[in-house]
């Protein structure tokens, strides 16, 4: 290497020259044919050998060009923007990525300030970093605003590195990476958690998300705050299941199975109470859910719950008042109703009873007139009864006005509903056990007249166990369906004390009542209904305990 540089400056007619200095100097030596001939073949060995030495040299230097070339590309067109900082915090190099997010040309971008293209709001800051990298070395790595050329403001993620090399001035490396997408997705999802969060507060809605395979149960705030559970604490299946109220447990996980049975829909709905393990008190839940499979099986459930306690009450607080005006309506009705009896009665009645007097005195004085005028007051008594008849004939054509639309119904899906209906009367507090015979032909009913008979028959039940005093989950009703002959017979049957021969006697008689309040028509109006549809409605003693009622009616054609 000393060699070529001591002779790189000279010229070949120099050297040339030199060579021939040195070759007349030295002993000239006796050249034979055959030396001659070897001199020339190494000369030619030689100078193949520069040949191929310089093809390689070639071919090495266009392999450099082509990396060069190519990292070159990396460098230009990479992804992220690299730039060098000198310790003024001027940019000295830039690739083409970081002159386009600062939205310039590159060469307007050299030797100018970087702390330019800062946003404001960061300025100081980036300032204070960068003093420290100079000061400390290392390396820095934040997230900043920078504001382009064009004013608009991009995310990026600074990463630098200080380099310092010998008695050079230190620079700094950075790498910009553009993440104002991800940044806007970001805000975009924090929105819409916030505007979810809003929505669940407002509707009162928690949520539930229950891994299958490990078991693991997520609960937000609100639905930790129905349970009674802390914030941190762990839940599982055991602690959902533990703060169902006991009654509903059975029914809540029978529909939660449905809901991850694969053969289903996988859709959930259950309304249940829950026991909150901080204060005891009781909450009346609506649950909306959505099992999801994968290969056949359940992986995950999830969905929604809502404290219905204030709807519940408030339901129960309208129907209680609901039938108060319905007992006041039918005591006002009632009160009418004999009114106009008295009323339209009265004046046969007493004419009835003048003509009988007459007769009474006539057969007592022993005239001989008295068979005349004894047909003349029994003919006017009959009269009178007649009248009287008629008028109620009249009365009763009047309140059975109009036709009662009957038509096909399910008897059994009837029963259900009517079940429902009494709970949410207020009559609540009873547990129905129902045995339906499955596949009952329709029968041929007006709807809500059957339905009002069952649901005053209930009510009936749960009253008559109320007042002795029963606890609330000894109250029993069972409802008993069997289809027999061309007819369909309905048992309604309570865990009450039961009717006595009395009281079984006059139970269906108007106006005659064991309740403290009421005024006794409701069986009597129902049996009334019942006989319309071409059934029958009677009640019997009960080999066990309570009261039994059944009822007929005919099947649909």
């Not at 395979?213 to 299941?241: H, N």
């Not at 209680?320 to 009705?333: K, S, Y």
């Not at 009763?396 to 009494?422: C, M, W």
Request: charged share 25%; aromatic share 6%; glycine share 8%.
């Amino acid at each position: 290497m000393n060699l070529k540089r001591s002779f790189s400056s000279i010229s070949t007619r120099q050297l040339r020259a030199m060579a021939e200095k040195r070759l007349a100097r030295a002993p000239l030596e006796d050249l034979s044919a055959w030396s001659t001939d070897r001199l020339l073949h190494e000369l030619q060995v030689h100078q193949i050998e520069l040949e191929m030495q310089n093809e390689a040299l070639r071919q090495s230097q266009l392999i450099l060009e082509e990396s060069r070339d190519r990292y070159l590309d990396l460098y230009e067109f990479a992804p992220v923007g690299y730039l060098t900082l000198t310790a003024s915090g001027l940019i000295g190099e830039i690739n083409l990525t970081g002159a386009a997010l600062l939205g310039a040309e590159r060469k307007k971008l050299l030797q100018r300030r970087f702390d330019r293209y800062v946003a404001a709001a960061d300025l100081n800051e980036w300032q204070r970093r960068f003093v420290h990298t100079l000061q400390h070395g290392g390396h820095l790595n934040h997230e900043l605003r920078l504001q382009r050329d064009d004013e608009a403001i991009i995310n990026v993620r600074l990463d630098s590195r200080l380099i310092q090399s010998g008695d050079a001035a230190p620079t700094l490396r950075v790498t910009l990476t553009d993440i104002t997408g991800p940044m806007q997705a970001l805000a975009e999802l924090r929105a819409g958690e916030d505007r979810l969060r809003l929505a669940k507060t407002a509707a009162g809605l928690g949520i539930f998300d229950r891994d299958i395979a490990s078991g693991r149960l997520e609960w937000d705030e609100q639905a930790r705050e129905i349970w009674g559970v802390g914030p941190d604490e762990k839940v599982g299946y055991d602690t959902f299941m533990a703060g169902v109220h006991p009654d509903d447990r059975a029914a809540t996980s029978a529909a939660i199975g449905r809901a991850l049975d694969p053969g289903g829909s996988g859709a959930f709905q259950a309304e249940y109470r829950v026991v909150s393990r901080t204060d005891g008190s009781i909450r009346e839940v609506a649950a909306n859910g959505q099992g999801i499979f994968a290969d056949g099986r359940a992986i995950r459930f999830v969905g929604t719950l809502r404290d219905i306690s204030a709807q519940k009450h408030l339901e129960k607080v309208l129907q209680m008042n609901r039938n108060e005006m319905d007992i006041l309506v039918n005591h006002q009705v009632a009160a009418q109703t004999a009114a106009a009896l008295a009323h339209e009665l009265n004046q046969p009645l007493v004419a009835i009873s003048a003509y009988s007097e007459a007769a009474l005195r006539m057969l007592r004085c022993g005239s001989k007139r008295t068979p005349e005028k004894l047909a003349r007051a029994l003919e006017g008594a009959m009269e009178q009864a007649q009248r009287a008849g008629r008028t109620l004939h009249q009365l009763l054509d009047f309140l059975h006005k109009g036709d009662v639309a009957l038509a096909p119904v399910d008897l059994n899906s009837l029963i259900l509903e009517a079940i429902a209906a009494t709970e949410a009367c207020g009559y609540g507090e009873f547990r129905p056990v129902v045995d339906l015979e499955p596949g009952l032909p329709l029968v041929q009913a007006n709807l809500l007249q059957v339905k009002k008979v069952l649901i005053n028959l209930l009510c009936n039940g749960v009253e008559a166990m109320r007042n002795t005093g029963m606890a609330t989950t000894a109250i029993t009703i069972s409802v008993h369906t069997h289809a027999e002959r061309n007819m369909a017979q309905v048992t309604v049957q309570d865990s009450g004390p039961g009717l006595s021969e009395e009281r079984l006697a006059r139970i269906f008689e108007p106006f005659f009542t064991t309740k403290h309040e009421g005024i006794g028509l409701g069986l009597t109006i129902s049996r009334a209904l019942i006989e319309a549809h071409g059934g029958q409605l009677w009640a019997e003693l009960s080999p066990t305990a309570g009261a039994r009622f059944h009822f007929t009616l005919p099947f649909a054609p």
